[in-house]
């Protein structure tokens, strides 16, 4: 019990409490409690037994990686799911003996053998001295004396302006053709263009608008899509999703003499963050994002229903051609996908 | 105990070594101040371990993939023994990653460890930030290491990101697609900045070698130079400790760095490593084989980032699309930018100034190497929890359809409730927290002042019953008391005793609004007067008077324990 | 438990309970018609359509209508076709006991003699569909890789990439397709069972069809990584990172910092 020459009694010592009214502000710290020595530390045969567990630990991790040199020789890979599944265990158990071996032991060792005493460090305020500072003020003063700096305002200037400019020498490069062509334009138009045929995605095939069943759903490509120049860059903005509905279901038409015969073509790209629309359930003629769950009703021209959309999927205009294959009308009326700043400009 | 000896061979050439070495660097004076600095224990003092220990394997797991990684968007088709894809066009990156996990031994296994530890640091970035905060350790004089902290953490976001993307699978190509969406709805600029980052339009070939350059060059380079800094200044400052007995705000308490935490620290790199190595080896992580190389138009259910990405994902799920204005003939998508830029700055931004804030609140300018317990600190400790309870709203929004399918419910029910928890939750959360905290601060109080109770009743001479107090040890009566009380600033009146109107009386008043709202409602320690009269109740109570009381409080042993 | 009691006093409650009374009925009938059915040809036929005409009676007409015309609270099955019975009865999803967002696989009501006349009956209504033969779904001869692509483009994004399930809206789901039979999946493509879309022969091709039955049954084994920890994707990944794995370093850490004795 640490008896500081206090005002006050010490605070836990309370029978003298009534002898000695005047009470510290503050409770006194009590200082480190006794230090008690491990059983190790006082019984041999403990000692040799934790010594022992380290060097089991150690030997752990060397059979680890034995095991795992043995793995990676004897085991093949690359031959079916099997063979792949059997060398990432084995190579991956052996890793993680080897590993945790020397980990184990090592905190084994420090826990159970190392002293562990507690011992006590003071803190320095981190500050630096007054000396020490007045010197550092006076060192940077005559630098700058020397440097002239202070007299000459223009240099002052001139140093400043030359660093601010430099960079636009690596900037100017980097920006102007960091964007490919920076012709943003490219958002608003797609490939569709009047009499294209839609195909199935991904085998290409025309689609006969009498095989477009009530319930049925068909993920489209443009016709000819692989011999574009970029052919997942035209992807990206005119997937279309076809549906046929009852005709009794349909609420509204987004264009007016868009459809063909109750098949409605619309974007497959959500206009809240262009994620792909493709959960369609045929009952209520819902379409959901599996992203964030816009939910289009496509039986009233693919209003947002619920979720995070607020724009309907854009609607491709389309009829068939005289071997009654689905052909676009025309490009879609407005940019797919997500908003932007000027898409109605 | 001591296992070397000098004279062995070993410890010679080590000596000598040693002394090769200080005679060309004069390394001698950093090993005489370093190799016995002392580190005080705790296990959450490990937790920024957890962190740099998962950072390495990053490094070693990653230095390992770029053996056999291409970065590169080139077409070529797949002729591996995955027989799902086989004749696949894909791109180069997603074929290489194919061949690295089928084809090279050990390489599933490494992109397994590499995949494991990026979620492991930056859970463990997150835990040890939560004990940093909850312990008020980012105080003076520590506040710049908690902004190296926070810019690590976003550091650390960037990293998985352009990591996650860079297999070029069909999961990660609609994460890339969802960003291309959110930057696009940035007013003026949105479509150039997309151009900025895909090299023309979305997807294009240059996001691949772009993000494989910022992943593995740019943001790990930055992540090195600050792990260093942030480190430095541990050791510069010394670690912060628990208080306890023996510990003051001037001391260290704790084991020397050689040889316990040269042990302690090294062994536990390897069991990092170790652990991740033992998920990796039996746990899947990111099948890119079965998504499928990119291709713009399937998705598959599940479409989430990976957990640290999840809040964005959430946020973006709950906001009702109503947001999307448009001004004249230009549309600014509020929908998207709510959540996807502005949610993000509320709740992380007021943290990253989370230091310099309370400071202002305290006024207090002094260095603070004893860490608080939460409950002492009612106000941050129910911000602090507030700010996660709304992450945890975010998360399990970004999950609710696989909240719907495991649980049976309906996902708009789901997103209806979690738009109203978004409002709630956090008021609740912070109401919630600060009372347990003063609870516990009037328990502690309470126990200070009249022991543990000990659950033996003894009945007095008079009929009446008592149940027996045991009173506290100095040790644990010490950790119940050793905390100052903060009390709100008080400020000088808006008039000088001339009447004349002082300068910044207005800003002094915002000052102490703010102060109020942080420390007004608080319980005081037990001081060593109330102790006092708490213990002269006592003797009173059990004073010669009472002549039945005091015989069976004396019985009881009480008096006995205290002396 | 409020939405039950809720639903009791549904008005619908009452055809429920007849439902599950022709349930039972139909379920004895079965037990008891069982052993005199074993030794007939399982070839359909007249008297297949004949049984199936009463076995339809006894346990469907009531929701779907004589004649499967169809009511107010279930459709017609005039053109479904054998192909949309046999998978909603041969997956337990008919007859429905219970109303809710839609209609589950459930233990299965009848043996597949049953299934086949009930299916006999329906197909004589009106042309439809055909229950697939043998080698239509044999997975041994599709080709995965063609398969993936079809099942990526147009059933992933409800059933997950490998066919784990999936989330709809209002409470409805995809189900998990590893353990769903190579006939089912082959009608469910056909018909178009409840929310899912219809995928006629002219969308996915019969080959194609097979080509996606031999890809999902890859799926579900042994994965080359380890445990598949559900095939949910990010989110049980990092929910395993957090419970395994900062779990068990938390764990550690506690252990380095206890003092040993």
Request: hydrophobic share 45%.
């Amino acid at each position: 019990m640490s008896q500081v020459d206090n005002h006050g009694g010490p605070a836990d010592n309370l029978p003298e409490l009534r002898t000695a009214p005047p009470v510290p502000e503050h409770f006194e710290n009590p200082g480190l409690p006794e230090h008690k020595p491990r059983l190790g530390d006082v019984d041999p045969r403990a000692d040799k037994r934790r010594e022992r567990i380290v060097l089991a630990l150690f030997a752990v991790s060397t059979l680890g990686t034995i095991g795992m040199l043995v793995a990676f020789f004897a085991l093949p890979t690359g031959r079916d799911v099997a063979t792949i599944h059997r060398s990432n265990l084995w190579l991956g158990l052996g890793l993680a003996a080897s590993l945790l071996g020397i980990g184990l032991a090592a905190i084994q060792w420090a826990k159970s053998i190392m002293s562990n005493e507690e011992r006590v460090e003071q803190r320095h305020p981190l500050q630096s001295a007054p000396q020490v500072r007045q010197a550092a003020v006076r060192n940077l003063a005559e630098g700058v004396k020397d440097s002239g700096i202070s007299r000459r305002g223009l240099l002052k200037t001139a140093v400043v302006g030359s660093l601010a400019l430099f960079p636009l020498t690596i900037a100017v490069p980097l920006i102007g053709d960091v964007g490919g062509s920076w012709d943003v334009s490219k958002f608003k138009h797609t490939m569709w263009r009047k009499g294209l045929r839609l195909t199935i995605d991904p085998s290409g095939r025309p689609i006969k608008a009498a095989d477009v069943t009530i319930g049925s759903v068909w993920h489209v490509i443009p016709d000819g899509i692989d011999k574009t120049p970029d052919p997942l860059e035209e992807k990206a903005k005119a997937i279309v999703l076809v549906v046929r509905l009852d005709p009794r279901d349909v609420k509204s038409e987004q264009i007016p003499g868009g459809s063909y015969q109750g098949i409605f073509a619309y974007s497959k790209i959500c206009t809240h963050v262009g994620c792909p629309v493709a959960l369609y359930e045929q009952q209520t003629h819902h379409l959901l994002c599996p992203c964030h769950q816009s939910t289009f009703d496509v039986a009233d021209g693919a209003r947002v229903i619920f979720g995070p959309a607020k724009r309907p999927l854009p609607q491709l205009p389309i009829t068939v051609d005289d071997q009654g294959y689905l052909v676009a009308k025309s490009d879609f009326t407005q940019p797919v996908g997500p908003s932007f700043w000027d898409r109605l400009r | 105990m001591s296992t070397t000896n000098p004279t062995a061979p070993t410890g010679k050439a080590a000596a000598a070594t040693a002394d090769w070495l200080d005679q060309r660097t004069g390394v001698g004076v950093a090993v005489k101040g370093l190799a016995r600095k002392l580190f005080p224990e705790h296990w959450s003092f490990m937790l920024g371990e957890i962190a740099l220990y998962s950072f390495i394997t990053l490094l070693i797991s990653g230095t390992f993939l770029t053996m056999f990684f291409v970065p590169s968007a080139d077409e070529v088709t797949y002729t591996g023994p995955w027989t799902a894809l086989q004749g696949t066009t894909m791109s180069a990156a997603f074929a290489s990653t194919l061949k690295l996990s089928f084809e090279v031994r050990g390489g599933l296994l490494m992109r397994q460890v590499h995949h494991w530890a990026a979620l492991i640091f930056l859970a463990a970035i997150v835990t040890h930030m939560m004990r940093v905060f909850f312990t008020g350790a980012f105080r003076k004089p520590r506040e710049i290491n908690w902004v190296i902290g926070f810019v690590l953490l976003t550091l650390g976001l960037a990293a998985g990101f352009s990591g996650y993307s860079l297999p070029d699978d069909v999961l990660s190509g609609n994460g890339l697609r969802i960003t291309d969406g959110l930057i696009r709805g940035i007013p003026i600029i949105g479509t150039y900045l997309s151009y900025f980052v895909f090299g023309g339009q979305f997807p294009g070939t240059a996001i691949i070698p772009r993000l494989f350059t910022v992943h593995v060059l740019l943001v790990p380079g930055l992540i090195l130079a600050l792990v260093g800094l942030h480190l430095a200044l541990v050791f510069l400052q010394k670690h912060t400790q628990f208080p306890g007995s023996g510990r003051t705000n001037g001391n260290v308490v704790g084991y020397p760095l050689f040889p316990v935490y040269t042990a302690k620290a090294g062994g536990f790199f390897f069991v990092v490593f170790g652990v991740i190595a033992l998920m990796a080896a039996t746990m899947q992580i990111n099948p890119v084989w079965n998504y499928g190389p990119y291709d713009p138009a399937p998705v598959s259910a599940g479409a989430q980032p990976d957990w640290y990405m999840l809040f964005l994902e959430g946020a973006l799920r709950l906001m009702p699309g109503q947001a999307e204005v448009v001004f004249g003939s230009y549309t600014v998508p509020f929908n998207v930018l709510i959540p996807g830029l502005v949610v993000p700055l509320l709740l992380l931004g007021p943290l990253a100034v989370y230091p310099f804030v309370e400071a202002y609140a305290t006024g207090d300018k002094r260095e603070h190497h004893l860490l608080d317990r939460p409950r002492n600190a009612p106000f941050r400790t129910a911000y602090g929890m507030s700010i996660l309870a709304e992450f945890f709203v975010l998360v399990l929004a970004g999950s609710n359809d696989l909240i719907a399918t495991h649980f049976h419910l309906s996902l708009n029910d789901i997103t209806w409730t979690l738009r109203f928890a978004f409002f709630i939750v956090p008021g609740i959360v912070f109401v919630l927290t600060r009372r347990v905290c003063l609870a516990l601060q009037r328990k502690d109080r309470e126990v200070v002042l009249h022991g543990h109770e000990s659950g033996r009743i003894v009945r007095f001479a008079s009929g009446e019953y008592v149940e027996v107090h045991t009173p506290l040890d100095e040790h644990e009566r010490w950790i119940r008391v050793q905390h100052e009380p903060v009390r709100p600033i008080r400020i000088a009146p808006a008039e000088d005793s001339r009447g004349v109107r002082r300068p910044h009386y207005r800003s002094d008043v915002r000052r102490q609004r703010l102060s109020r709202l942080f420390f007004e409602t608080r319980v005081e320690p037990v001081t060593p007067a109330e102790y006092a009269a708490a213990q002269e109740h006592r003797a009173i109570a059990t004073g010669p008077g009472d002549a039945g009381h005091e015989q069976i409080v004396a019985g009881t042993g009480d008096h006995a324990s205290r002396s | 438990m409020k939405s039950l009691a809720v639903r009791r006093h549904d008005r619908r409650a009452p055809i429920v309970l007849l439902a599950l009374a022709l349930v039972a009925t139909g379920g004895l009938y079965a037990v008891l018609a069982a052993p005199s059915r074993a030794d007939a040809a399982p070839l359909p036929g007249q008297a297949d359509t004949t049984t199936g005409q009463k076995l339809f009676e006894a346990n469907c007409a009531t929701c779907h209508g004589m004649g499967a015309v169809g009511t107010a609270i279930a459709p017609s099955l005039v053109g479904v076709g054998a192909a949309a019975v046999d998978f909603q009865v041969g997956t337990g999803r008919m007859p429905m006991t219970v109303s809710g967002p839609q209609a589950q696989a459930k233990p299965v009501q009848f043996t597949q003699t049953q299934i086949s006349q009930l299916a006999a009956y329906v197909a004589s209504l009106g042309p439809g569909p055909q229950i697939p033969t043998a080698d239509m779904v044999d997975p041994s001869k599709g080709d995965p890789a063609t398969g993936m692509a079809v099942f990526r483009t147009n059933c992933a994004m409800c059933h997950n990439a490998v066919g784990a399930g999936g989330s709809l809206t209002e409470g409805k789901f995809a189900p998990n397709l590893w353990h769903t039979t190579p006939t089912h999946i082959y009608e469910a493509m056909l018909t178009g069972p409840q929310s899912m879309p219809v995928f006629n022969d002219a969308n996915i091709t019969p080959q194609e069809k097979r080509d996606v039955i031999a890809f999902i049954k890859q799926q579900g084994g042994t994965q080359p990584g380890g445990l598949d920890l559900g095939a949910l994707g990010p989110v049980s990944e990092g929910l395993w990172a957090w419970v395994v794995g900062l779990g068990l370093l938390i764990g550690a850490a506690v252990w380095i910092g206890a003092k040993s004795s």
